[in-house]
Nanobody, 122 residues
Framework: QVQLVESGGGLVQAGGSLRLSCAASGRTLSSYVMAWFRQAPGKEREFVARISWSGGSTQYDSSVKGRFTISRDNAKSTVYLQMNSLKPDDTAVYYC???????????????WGQGTQVTVSS
């Protein structure tokens, strides 16, 4: 089992940047595919990005491709989401998640953090 804790959220103006971190404890992070999801008020949780256990493969939702970058440091048991050119539509609670499998649906992921709020003002 793995425990996940997100950090790095906050309030930023449109066009700004934030870097989210997800620190893992418990089982070694390198065993898992890691992903970021987000949930805006009144909306379903949606896929943002995922990264393979080695970091060699990544996938992004079209809404963030070219603006967000997912990365991982298995030695530090941490996954990152660098978010640039932020838009008000990016406002949401951001969650990291871990799974032995790979995919873009929430049910694929077995472990979730508590989330970190990102608010982008116009």
């Amino acid at each position: 089992q793995v425990q996940l804790v997100e950090s790095g959220g906050g309030l930023v103006q449109a066009g700004g940047s934030l870097r989210l971190s997800c620190a893992a404890s418990g089982r070694t992070l390198s065993s898992y595919v890691m992903a970021w999801f987000r949930q805006a008020p009144g909306k379903e949780r949606e896929f943002v990005a995922r990264i393979s256990w080695s970091g060699g493969s990544t996938q992004y939702d079209s809404s963030v491709k070219g603006r967000f970058t997912i990365s991982r440091d298995n030695a530090k048991s941490t996954v990152y989401l660098q978010m640039n050119s932020l838009k008000p539509d990016d406002t949401a609670v951001y969650y990291c998640a871990a799974s032995y499998d790979s995919g873009v649906r929430t049910y694929v992921y077995d472990y979730w953090g508590q989330g970190t709020q990102v608010t982008v003002s116009s």
